[in-house]
């Protein structure tokens, strides 16, 4: 159970956001600029709120009151980003290797492999970034997610940089994904057609504020 | 004409040790001083930024004379380190080591800060959220994106290093063995009667060192370049 309520001024923008989420993908839908991937970025502790509380099952993560700020390295909350951001310097396989070693988790031969199998990258696995398609780039950046075993996984657009073609190429490992990890979904979007698809529940923004919650018919 | 006499190699070898030695020492200062600057505000940042480009600035004469008015034997912080850890600059190798480092320290700087300012901080953000502390964060991304930064200060450090006169011949004198560096020699030579062949003997090997360290660094950071991208 996630729950969040954060605010803050970001330039003309007056973000006052408060949601919650019970698991499965719950969708941050609204059109850009409705302050999405700041909310996005506020529950990774990648932007600080003014103020607010921000909650995952039993951990405050943050707690403006309280003075809580957990810092990113330490939520265990891994995040799919726009423009994958993978490491340019490793192999994909250092890539998704990149959480478990930084968190000091055991080699999970099992999970990698499965990871690996879901989101179809084996042949990918010795080769750099910089020698990857948009759309392959998206899934290792999945599965890198997914292998730092988080407790609750942020998707930013993760298709908004990919042309319509590549998009029908990714939305069905995300369905996979959906349907196999255990794990609760943020997922950020503007676009109706995918959230539609994706998502279990619906948050819709609208200038920093939520103005509707409720299943994906809102969409 | 490549017949160098000993006390000529001896000035190669020297001025190639001082060189290298200076440039490997003040490698980390440069990396941590480069992070502070590039990505950190505190208070004194303007001053420190200013410290550290002065002996660019400054005739290297003047930075010799303040080393030796701070260092030297006579000098409180100076006879301070000799008689407690035994160390001595004045008049040895070492000291030729502290003036080109001083001297070469703000291009050193300079490339690495550049090129730490230049790394996306959007994969450190990355690395933070898959569990990375700030420290990991730093020597899993940051500094392996610096490395052709770091490598170009470095063969600009070392350059500088090699041809640093002013500040060294103030600070350490020009002593045969100990501090006599191929430009120190050069000068030597060119200020006795009958020294211009053995004068040009060391200016080719001036340029042809250089030459190397240049080439050697190009193909270096190419190398480093490709990585990066992720080829």
């Not at chain 1, 250092?94 to 179809?120: C, I, P, Q, S, T």
């Not at chain 1, 319509?164 to 997922?187: G, N, S, T």
């Not at chain 2, 040009?200 to 030459?211: C, E, F, G, P, Y």
Request: charged content about 20%; proline content about 5%.
């Amino acid at each position: 159970m996630l729950s969040v309520t954060v605010e803050k001024q970001l330039g003309e923008l007056a973000l006052d956001v408060s949601f919650t989420s019970a698991g499965g993908v719950t969708a941050l839908f609204g059109m850009s600029g409705a302050g999405k991937t700041s909310v996005i970025n506020m529950i990774a502790g990648l932007i600080d709120p003014a103020r607010g509380r921000i909650a995952l099952d039993d951990t405050v993560l943050f707690d403006a009151a309280a003075g809580i700020n957990v810092p990113a390295w330490r939520r265990g909350v891994g995040v799919v980003f726009q423009e994958s951001r993978l490491f340019p310097h490793f192999t994909v396989k250092h890539n998704l290797d990149y959480g478990r070693w930084m968190r000091g988790l055991k080699a999970d031969a099992k999970a990698f492999a499965h990871v690996v199998e879901l989101l179809d990258i084996g042949p990918l696995l010795a080769r750099r970034p910089g020698r990857l398609s948009g759309g392959e780039r998206q899934r290792v950046a999945f599965g890198r997610a997914l292998l730092m075993q988080p407790r609750l996984l942020l998707l930013d657009e993760p298709l908004a940089s990919l042309d319509a073609a590549r998009k029908q190429e990714i939305l069905p490992y995300l369905e996979r994904l959906r349907d196999d990890a255990r794990v609760p979904m943020i997922y950020v979007s503007h676009d109706p057609a995918e959230v539609r698809r994706i998502a279990t529940r619906v948050v819709r923004l609208e200038a920093g504020k939520v103005v509707a919650e409720g299943g994906v018919e809102l969409v | 004409m490549f017949d160098l006499s000993p006390e000529e190699w001896t000035a190669v070898a020297l001025s190639l040790r001082i060189a290298v030695v200076a440039t490997i020492v003040s490698l980390p200062f440069g990396i941590a001083i480069a992070f502070l600057l590039a990505r950190k505000n505190f208070w004194g940042k303007s001053l420190l930024d200013a410290v550290v480009h002065l002996p660019l600035v400054l005739p290297p004469v003047v930075t010799g004379y303040l080393l030796l008015i701070t260092l030297g034997r006579r000098a409180p912080l100076g006879a301070f380190l000799a008689d407690n850890f035994g160390i001595v600059f004045s008049f040895r190798w070492t000291g030729a080591v502290l003036a080109c480092a001083v001297m070469a320290f703000p291009l050193l700087v300079r490339a690495i800060r550049l090129s730490i300012e230049a790394v996306d901080g959007k994969l450190e953000q990355a690395a933070a959220t898959l569990g990375a502390r700030p420290a990991l964060v730093f020597f899993s991304v940051t500094l392996p994106l610096t490395l052709p930064g770091i490598i170009a200060g470095m063969v600009l450090a070392f350059a500088r290093a090699l041809g640093e006169f002013g500040a060294t011949i103030t600070f350490v004198s020009n002593i045969p063995g100990e501090t006599q560096t191929i430009s120190a020699a050069i000068y030597t030579l060119t200020q006795v009667p009958g020294g211009d062949a053995a004068a040009l003997r060391l200016v080719v090997i001036a340029i042809v060192i250089s030459l190397a360290a240049l080439m050697l660094s190009e193909w270096f950071a190419r190398r480093a370049t490709q990585r990066l991208r992720g080829e």
